[in-house]
């Protein structure tokens, strides 16, 4: 089957369903509403800062097409909402503790946005404020921490250097001059020298260095609106969560009712083939092509047509069918039908009979040992194929029990099906 022909189907489901599904969509819209109204407002600040690095460049921190300056400012990001700049924010403000803070980095920029979420905006503004603080403060502390350190080791590094410098000296006084330990003694002496002259220079420099952590480019204001609820996101989920509730119970309701409804169900709920669908508008031919897949499955010369419901009538005069069998066809409504007849066609009208009502027809005819050699499908009008049931004479049950008759007055093997011209019955009559 095609993928259309797929698609048609799930919508022609769709469409039985319409009131279910739109009852379900309309619940789903209605409860994101609801949901809305019930969760309380919540207010977003921002604060935006200007990052500057500190000292020398670490070689971790390697210039990417993501990060241009010479510091990392994923890792700021991180460092920015940890727990030790939570912590120092609520101290600021003095609070047990802080609202949560997001921070995001802009492309190829070395600011970070600081946003608080707080359900009133003043806190949201203040606490987004105390985070920037806090974090300045935070990587200040940080950066002259590392460069103590840094100075510390590298003035006890000169303090060795100065001292080996005194020790050569020392030995240069006790050596004779041109003697080779006097050369090496002399050229260690340079080395060191050079050593102690370069750690001077970085220990000076390391002294020098201006600790800048960076600035508050925007500072945290007090939101008008609030960020959240946000009525796109309440409704649209609302709305997408019933559409697929309704889409899910259309299918479980069409599939647990047993109405026949289109011939896919016939041929789905009852497992007979569907010979001709007449309920739609007709094709040129299809009663001729009907009328000889008929002849050609009916395995003797007796075709019983039994209609579902019963009252199945016709709206209008009935066009004949342009083909001549050899073939008696039986309405039942003689008794004697459903014991002479050699094959049976069911006549179902769409959406007006459950697969239990032709399950049952089924193994009556079962019983009698009449094969069902398909199904016609229709409308609530009986169709040009019913001409067939052309009224004749028929015995009553009391004539036939009186006179024992048996025998079919017209030979089936000698009487081609006549031009049908068929009269319409009155709803209610059973045929």
Known sequence: MSSGTDLDEHLSLLRRRWLLLVGCVVFGGTAGLALMRLTPPAYTATAQVLVMPVGPQEQANQ?????????NLDTEAQVAQSAVVAARAA?????????????TVPPNSAVLWISVTAADPATASAQAGAYAEAYLAHRRESALTAM???QEAVLSKLKQVNAGIDQVIKQLGTLPRGGAAHAIAAQRQGVLNRQAASLALKYDALRTVAITPGTVISQ???????SSPSLPLYLGTGLMAGLLLGSAAAYARDRLDRRLRTPADVERLTGLPVLSDLSSPREHGVLHDLACAVVSACPGKRLLIRAL?????????????????PLVVLDGSDVRDLSRADAAVLLIGLGLVTSEEVAAVTRQLARHDVPIIGVVTATDAVPSFVPLLEPRPHTSLGKLVATGELEVGTSAETTPMPALHHHPRRPGKQP
Do not use: I, K
């Open 309 to 325: 419901p019963a009252d199945l009538y016709a709206s209008s005069l009935a066009e004949p069918l342009a083909v001549s069998a």
């Open 220 to 226: 945290a204001t007090p939101p008008d609106t609030p």
């Open 148 to 150: 103590a350190q840094q």
């Open 63 to 71: 210039v990417t097409s993501r990060q241009r300056e010479s510091l």
């Open 91 to 103: 101290r600021a403000l003095g609070l047990d503790r802080a609202e949560a803070a997001q921070v």
